[in-house]
């Protein structure tokens, strides 16, 4: 086997996991190119290969595989720079999209204004023609209709064509004649089919998910092209795979097709690398959580499963396709201070990589959290990025003087440390979010910690949460990239049907549809070379009380479905909604009504071997390299504080706090009252031996 590399594009930093033919990684960052990303990628790529001592095109001939994650699409809805897209959609529903759900957002808030939709008015044209719920075609489409709206959108140069017709979920036939019709006359644009995107029930989620799909698909399409032409230039010739949403990756040419299954992936392989990170400590149980430059990423993982949602917003706009439960803030290194009216406010808006913080000294002026940080001394302005980038000490207490300490009338390190409390807050309301607000209580929970700037904010975060234990991965900084390497290929399916789940009631419709979309899935897998013995399917049902309006997603065994075993699928059903809302109906009799299923098809990858070390002596002495002055959040002072050099740590070596411990890819700070302890992977635990004692005590009582 040659060599395996695992790249994560985000906006500041691009992340690489390189492992070599004998199970060795090597953890690079190189910085982001805003402009063109793949160029980045072949940077990084070109300085992974003079660290082997080999040219490019020899490097990556070796190179088997690329597992690749990209912001690009998630950027794009973002800036609002996505393509030009013309939606053609149902008679009398032209305006389904801006009317949104037809409820308001943020109820108690009498300036709320919803966003403007992706396509324009202008381009959302009615076509006559109708479906009914049932799959029945009531009135006949009206090919002059189509002919008509696609002149205008010639006239209008649109890059991309989004269809979605009511009721295609149950008959696609109207929607497939349409895309032929647009196919012949617009080639070049990118084409979204609402029966091929999402066929399931709910217009505005379909609707807003296949115009999504297509606002983003030249977008993806376009980079994806560039990045491989980029990559067999050099000469790369194996497998680019890409990572999805839902938390596995496909084939470049599958997520190309559906380029809004992307939109989320920016940190959906975290959950996989933090089941790979936490081994050692047999938890299944655990809150990860990614710090970057730009952006800060929560998610839950129980039962080694992390949460998944068909119910996702990207920048408020709807996407129903199975992503990651991932509570995202922009909250990063990146992130500017601001003041609000007098109070301090940080991000969401990041300095980026190009100027990047004024730190950079790459021509930057505005105040960040890594600004902070350099000024508390938790960053070394010799030793970040291993030395290669020198950081500006002036120039950071300069921006911060200027946008945050004279208009609060402090002084600069007061300016800096609230800043740094204020991420630290910032970061623990988005762990509430996937937490708290989902029933669960944080601090039955490890926290995973990861990302190049996540370290220097973690325990304090915990502290905030009354978290007992963290973990900060060998591979931290690149954690997304390495959990790229660990993810199966993964393909989602759904169908729509509507069938209430009474002692009696047939399975033969649900079981005919179950076996169409196995079916499907195997094939799915079968195109991407995966063997019938890798490949795995899960079955869930979406669910609710009847006269509902949401629904729960219940996973289930086929056999439970082939005999209609409907009375452990309502008890599923029942616990989930308790665990979710707090309450059952489970004496009401009340009838439980399935709505659509789902099959998720897997196919398991190789994984990458996890490198072990022989515990050692406690005593971490040799690894201590000097002493500086750093803020002590605890006793809002400075202190002499011992710095150690991580990459010298062995397991079982231990660390009482404060002290700094530095990496050539991440910094991270131990405050006092925590003890740190090194795993058998090379990962930092964390303890809050105050915060242990409580618990312990707790639990006696």
């Given at each position: 086997m040659g060599y395996r590399i695992g790249i994560d594009v985000g906006g500041t930093f691009t992340d690489y996991l390189f492992l070599d033919a004998n199970g060795k990684t090597r953890a690079h960052k190189v910085l982001s190119t805003p402009d063109d990303p793949s160029?980045?990628?072949?940077?990084?790529?070109?300085?992974?290969?003079?660290?082997?001592?080999?040219?490019?095109?020899?490097?990556?001939?070796?190179?088997?595989?690329?597992?690749?994650?990209?912001?690009v699409t998630t950027n794009a809805v973002l800036t609002g720079r996505t393509a030009k897209t013309g939606l053609l959609t149902t008679w009398g529903f032209r305006d389904a999209l801006q009317m949104r759900r037809g409820v308001r957002e943020a109820f108690y808030d009498n300036k709320f204004a919803a966003p403007a939709p992706l396509v324009p008015r202008r381009l959302r044209l009615p076509v006559r023609g109708r479906i009914a719920v049932d799959g029945s075609e009531i009135e006949p489409l009206s090919l002059d209709d189509v002919e008509r709206a696609i002149e205008h959108f010639a006239a209008q140069r649109v890059e991309a064509v989004a269809i979605c017709f009511l009721h295609a979920y149950a008959n696609q036939e109207h929607e497939e004649a349409a895309a032929r019709l647009?196919?012949?006359?617009?080639?070049?644009?990118?084409?979204?089919?609402?029966?091929?995107?999402?066929?399931?029930?709910?217009?505005?989620?379909?609707?807003?998910?296949?115009?999504?799909?297509?606002?983003?698909?030249?977008?993806?399409?376009?980079?994806?092209?560039?990045?491989?032409?980029?990559?067999?230039?050099?000469?790369?010739?194996?497998?680019?795979?890409?990572?999805?949403?839902?938390?596995?990756?496909?084939?470049?040419?599958?997520?190309?097709?559906?380029?809004?299954?992307?939109?989320?992936?920016g940190p959906a392989a975290a959950p996989t690398a933090g089941l790979a990170a936490i081994e050692p400590h047999r938890s299944d149980r655990f809150i990860t959580v990614d710090m970057g430059g730009t952006?800060?990423?929560?998610?839950?993982?129980?039962?080694?499963?992390?949460?998944?949602?068909?119910?996702?917003?990207?920048?408020?706009?709807?996407?129903?396709?199975?992503?990651?439960?991932?509570?995202?803030?922009?909250?990063?290194?990146?992130?500017?201070?601001?003041?609000?009216?007098?109070?301090?406010?940080?991000?969401?808006?990041?300095?980026?990589?190009?100027?990047?913080?004024?730190?950079?000294?790459?021509?930057?002026?505005?105040?960040?959290?890594?600004?902070?940080?350099?000024?508390?001394?938790?960053?070394?302005?010799?030793?970040?990025?291993?030395?290669?980038?020198?950081?500006?000490?002036?120039a950071a207490r300069e921006a911060i003087e200027r946008e945050i300490a004279q208009p609060l009338a402090m002084d600069a390190t007061r300016a800096a440390a609230g800043m740094y409390h204020v991420m630290n807050v910032n970061m623990a309301s988005a762990i509430r979010e996937i937490s708290v607000q989902k029933g669960v209580d944080?601090?039955?929970?490890?926290?995973?910690?990861?990302?190049?700037?996540?370290?220097?904010?973690?325990?304090?975060?915990?502290?905030?949460?009354?978290?007992?234990?963290?973990?900060?991965?060998?591979?931290?900084?690149?954690?997304?990239?390495?959990?790229?390497?660990?993810?199966?290929?993964?393909?989602?399916?759904?169908?729509?049907?509507?069938?209430?789940?009474?002692?009696?009631?047939?399975?033969?419709?649900?079981?005919?549809?179950?076996?169409a979309?196995?079916?499907?899935?195997?094939?799915?897998?079968a195109a991407e070379g995966v063997a019938a013995e890798r490949r795995r399917f899960v079955l869930s049902l979406d669910l609710r009380y009847l006269g509902q309006y949401h629904e729960v997603s219940v996973e289930t065994g086929l056999d439970t479905v082939r005999g209609g075993h409907w009375a452990a699928v309502r008890e599923a059903f029942h616990d989930r909604h308790d665990r979710l809302y707090g309450y059952a109906l489970r004496e009401e009799a009340t009838p439980v009504e399935?709505?659509?299923?789902?099959?998720?098809?897997?196919?398991?990858?190789?994984?990458?071997?996890?490198?072990?070390?022989?515990?050692?002596?406690?005593?971490?002495?040799?690894?201590?390299?000097?002493?500086?002055?750093?803020?002590q959040p605890e006793a809002d002072a400075f202190a002499d504080t011992p710095v150690y050099d991580g990459e010298h740590l062995r397991c079982g070596n231990r660390?009482?706090?404060?002290?700094?411990?530095?990496?050539?890819?991440?910094?991270?700070?131990?405050?006092?009252?925590?003890?740190?302890?090194?795993?058998?992977?090379?990962?930092?635990?964390?303890?809050?031996?105050?915060?242990?004692?409580?618990l312990w005590t707790e639990t006696q009582r």
């Open positions: 160029r980045a990628v072949v940077q990084g790529l070109a300085e992974l290969a003079e660290a082997e001592e080999q040219r490019l095109d020899g490097f990556l001939g070796q190179v088997d595989l690329v597992v690749h994650g990209t912001t647009v196919a012949q006359r617009l080639p070049s644009a990118y084409l979204s089919v609402s029966a091929r995107v999402l066929p399931q029930l709910r217009y505005y989620e379909r609707t807003s998910t296949t115009v999504l799909n297509a606002a983003v698909g030249p977008i993806l399409r376009r980079y994806l092209d560039n990045l491989r032409r980029r990559l067999a230039d050099a000469g790369f010739a194996g497998v680019l795979r890409v990572m999805q949403s839902n938390g596995g990756v496909t084939s470049a040419q599958a997520v190309a097709e559906l380029a809004a299954s992307t939109l989320l992936s952006s800060f990423d929560a998610a839950l993982v129980i039962e080694g499963a992390p949460s998944i949602t068909n119910s996702a917003t990207v920048n408020r706009f709807a996407l129903a396709l199975p992503s990651m439960d991932i509570a995202t803030i922009g909250a990063g290194g990146g992130s500017i201070g601001w003041i609000d009216h007098g109070l301090l406010r940080m991000g969401p808006a990041s300095a980026g990589a190009d100027p990047g913080p004024a730190c950079y000294g790459r021509g930057g002026t505005q105040a960040t959290c890594s600004d902070a940080n350099l000024l508390l001394g938790y960053l070394s302005a010799d030793f970040f990025a291993g030395g290669r980038l020198r950081l500006d000490a002036g944080p601090r039955e929970f490890p926290l995973v910690c990861a990302g190049g700037a996540g370290a220097i904010h973690a325990a304090m975060i915990a502290r905030e949460l009354g978290i007992a234990r963290v973990l900060v991965p060998r591979e931290a900084s690149i954690f997304c990239a390495s959990g790229m390497l660990r993810s199966d290929l993964k393909h989602d399916f759904v169908r729509s049907l509507a069938l209430t789940l009474a002692d009696g009631t047939d399975p033969a419709p649900l079981v005919a549809l179950v076996d979309m196995l079916d499907e899935a195997s094939s799915a897998l399935l709505i659509s299923l789902r099959v998720a098809a897997i196919g398991e990858t190789d994984k990458p071997p996890q490198q072990r070390e022989a515990r050692s002596d406690p005593n971490a002495e040799h690894a201590l390299k000097g002493r500086r002055t750093v803020w660390i009482d706090g404060p002290a700094i411990v530095e990496k050539r890819t991440t910094t991270l700070f131990v405050p006092r009252g925590f003890q740190l302890e090194v795993d058998p992977l090379g990962g930092f635990l964390l303890e809050d031996l105050q915060e242990a004692v409580g």
